[in-house]
């Protein structure tokens, strides 16, 4: 053991910078941290050394959207506004918790705030070894492996009566995105029971939702491509809010189409909308939406987008 | 594609373009986007061409400014931390793990945890870097320490993985290292680099460390803090010390 008392614990600091410190001898350190600005400068000093020297490598391109989807399965409010009656609710939506009554978009983002933040000890911002170990055991919830095809979100879903119900939901994904619900089979218009929706009743297409909906449109956004090429239309009446997929390819397995709200200062996840092969994808969109686009994203959506804007375009008022 | 399942009236024509077999509202509609259409005041359409935000913070924002969006519950922040040093956070966590399942289990618990609680991150103690880097490597010695005691339970036999020091030359070597980096270690004497390998990337205590070396354990701790100071002076970060 090295020098404690008077002198500075340098050889045990460095040890400790590397993670080479058994339980006992960080907590010794850590004591000592807590109280020695020298230490602490030291051990700033090495960390920043060890982390030039640490490469970057592209990580496996699958690992971004295996962390959106376990962020905190509370982390999404649902995306439709209380107050927003123009959209249709999708089936399986009275699951979730009522959206908070915001009525503007960010709320489909502003995640709630962590939990109330309890600082132990020396926790102030210095990651000591005794709070990461703590740490394990109080990890959010989807914290341990994740499966893309079945994150926290999708396993809360009432998935077999929905699908009972011969509504061909998409559920999906941007698990900690507001709007993650994309409907391609059909709707109950006006939020009725649709958790236990009658089975023998044949439920209209969202298609033909979607063609009522163009017929008589609320407002309609065209998605243009960067050529100007119309490829997609977000259209919004009293049957509620369709994506029309016009021209988009069918994307390869794993792949989908996500909506965003770009009014923000960030994008804002509005759904994702399958892969392609639907050309008629309900939606949930805010009144207030002003422009919109799509990208390419991975099935289970992400948080933010990492691909290039596939189309857009602005809601305009029929 | 399977067939039939695109049911939309819009029927691709022979070039993939949809054709015009829908209803006379819709390709009313449909000709709303063309030139000239004031019915849906297309001509006034505002296309979106980058992403709002995103590239704000890609382009300027410091790490300070990204977590205290992520604090904010911004998650195009939380995206910018992972496209600036989800890299590195991967690189330590698959060398210290070597099993890339259980890497990825660190680099998620990482990110999670970094938005569950962003104020966990005090950046007058040093940058998001490292900070992430140091998150990362104590998951990762977690996990690979549950994974052996596992193993342990099954094999009754606790191995020591073999020195890896190769693996530290080349890692270094890596073009993602900076070539001031990779002066650096050049650096090091020999001993002071395969203690730093050994401890750091190998994920291994200074005991273990000392036991696969052969070498007194005061002598491990003595050489990581020798490595380490001359990294740092090679590296000319050595700044005024108290």
Redesign the interface.
Known sequence: MSTFGTEHPLDDVAAYAVGALDEVEARIVEAHLAVCGFCQFELAAHRDALARLTPDEPAPPALWARIVASLPADAGPAPRPAADTRSAPPPGDTARPAPPAAGRPPTLRRLPPPGPAERRPGEDGEPLERDRREDDRTRPPGGGPAHLAGGPRQRQRPLGRVLQAAAALVVVAGLAVGATLALTGDDDDGGGDVAQPPATEPVPPVQQLAQAALDDPTSLAVLAGEDQQPLARLVTGDTGAFVVLDDLPPLPAGRAYQLWSVDEAAPVSLGVLGNGERTWVAVTVPESTGTVAISEAPATGEVAPTGPIVASGAVQPA | ??PG????P?R?DAH???TDQR?A??RR?RR??GPGCA????G???????????S??SDGSDDHALVSAV??????????I??RY???????S?RVCRD??LA??V???V???L?????????????L???L???A???A??AVRSEEARRRRHEREAQLSPPAAVEFES??Q?S???DD?RRA?DQLHPDERDV?QL??FG?????Q?AALLGAPE?T???R??AG??H??RA?G???V??
């Not at chain 2, 399942?5 to 939309?8: H, I, N």
């Not at chain 2, 006034?44 to 995103?54: A, E, Q, S, Y």
């Not at chain 2, 989800?86 to 330590?92: D, E, F, I």
């Not at chain 2, 991150?121 to 940058?127: E, H, V």
């Open positions: 594609m399977r399942t695109r049911t939309s819009v691709p993939g373009r949809p209803s509202t819709e509609i709303g986007h019915r849906l005041g297309v006034r359409i505002r296309l979106c061409r980058k992403w709002p935000g995103v704000d913070l604090l904010r519950r911004d998650q195009g922040a939380l995206g910018e992972y496209r989800g890299g590195a956070v991967w690189s330590l698959r890339a399942g990825e289990e680099c998620q618990t990110f999670a945890e938005w569950s609680r962003p104020d966990r991150f005090d950046p007058s103690r040093g940058r870097r490292p900070w880097l140091t998150q490597h104590a998951r010695v977690d890692s270094v890596a993602a290292i900076a980096v270690v730093i401890a750091y994920g291994h205590s200074y005991r460390t005061g491990v701790k003595s990581i803090r380490l100071e990294l740092r590296l970060n050595e700044e010390t108290p």
